[in-house]
């Protein structure tokens, strides 16, 4: 894992970290406003980078995630937050409770288990996309994408993939991501939760039925109309003010 940092240092802490076999160049690209607020850490996921080893699993990328936090910024950060994969990631964080968190933002959350078949099926989707230079093959266009409420105005959220991904990195990573399963230690954390997705994605607004049996402290928001990540990918700049006003509730407008 490799981790790329903007901003003054002495600013409050905040991770960002991206989605599934995403470019992490995309993340800053989308949210590098705040680097005048916050001092960004943004993670690269293993084999999402040139010169990285296969991807591993979220335990060992969160352990990574941890390892960097204790040394480097005593344990701690302000805010992190997640977008599709990555708040399934920061789910997984938030369950090991090993770094102190106060504000966790997951945007997209998928913990709504749709099996290993479903995860043998995606990176038979995605080793096609790779394949094929970046054009979406058919399972993505006409199952992957409407069951995400996506359509043809959103591929282009699909350009932030990064292709450079080995075959044991796709099977390793979309395994994961589609037997994740919620864990109760999540009840554990001290961290204020935000629950962010659209109307449009089923299995987001699933995901959030599963958490909210775990957790008390929390805010979510179903964005009307809106497909997965769509914020993200295409209005960052109303994304970006919503964290920024979210960080202003900390301690009053210290942040």
């Known amino acids: 894992m490799l981790f790329h940092t903007y901003g003054e240092f002495n600013a409050p802490k905040l991770l960002l970290m991206h989605?599934?076999?995403?470019?992490w160049h995309i993340v800053y690209d989308k949210m590098k406003s705040l680097a005048d607020k916050y001092y960004l850490i943004i993670p690269a996921m293993d084999g999402c980078y040139d010169g990285s080893g296969d991807f591993t699993s979220f335990?060992?990328?969160?352990?990574?995630?941890?390892?960097?936090?204790?040394?480097?910024?005593?344990?701690?950060?302000?805010?992190?937050?997640?977008?599709?994969?990555?708040?399934?990631?920061?789910?997984?964080?938030?369950?090991?409770?090993?770094?102190?968190?106060?504000?966790?933002?997951?945007?997209?959350?998928?913990?709504?288990?749709?099996?290993?078949?479903?995860?043998?099926?995606?990176?038979?989707?995605?080793?096609?996309?790779?394949?094929?230079?970046?054009?979406?093959?058919w399972g993505i266009k006409h199952i992957m994408m409407p069951l995400m409420g996506m359509d043809e105005k959103d591929m282009a959220a699909f350009n932030c993939l990064y292709l450079g991904f080995s075959k044991v990195t796709a099977e390793r990573n979309a395994h994961e991501q589609y037997t994740y399963t919620q864990s109760p230690e999540i009840a554990k954390t001290n961290a204020k939760?935000?629950?962010?997705?659209?109307?449009?994605?089923?299995?987001?607004?699933?995901?959030?039925?599963?958490?909210?049996?775990?957790?008390?402290?929390?805010?979510?928001?179903?964005?009307?109309?809106?497909?997965?990540?769509?914020?993200?990918?295409?209005?960052p700049e109303k994304l970006c003010e919503m964290i920024s006003e979210i960080g202003r509730k900390l301690n009053g407008n210290a942040l």
């Open 59 to 137: 335990a060992d990328q969160c352990r990574q995630i941890e390892e960097y936090v204790g040394i480097h910024l005593g344990g701690k950060l302000d805010l992190v937050y997640g977008i599709s994969q990555g708040a399934t990631l920061m789910d997984e964080l938030l369950c090991r409770n090993k770094i102190e968190i106060r504000v966790a933002i997951l945007d997209g959350l998928y913990v709504a288990r749709q099996g290993a078949l479903v995860g043998k099926l995606t990176a038979r989707q995605l080793l096609k996309t790779q394949k094929n230079g970046g054009e979406l093959p």
């Open 193 to 235: 939760i935000y629950l962010w997705c659209g109307s449009k994605e089923p299995y987001a607004i699933k995901s959030h039925h599963i958490i909210k049996r775990y957790i008390t402290n929390y805010e979510e928001t179903v964005f009307d109309g809106c497909a997965h990540g769509e914020l993200f990918f295409f209005q």
């Open 19 to 23: 989605g599934m076999l995403n470019d």
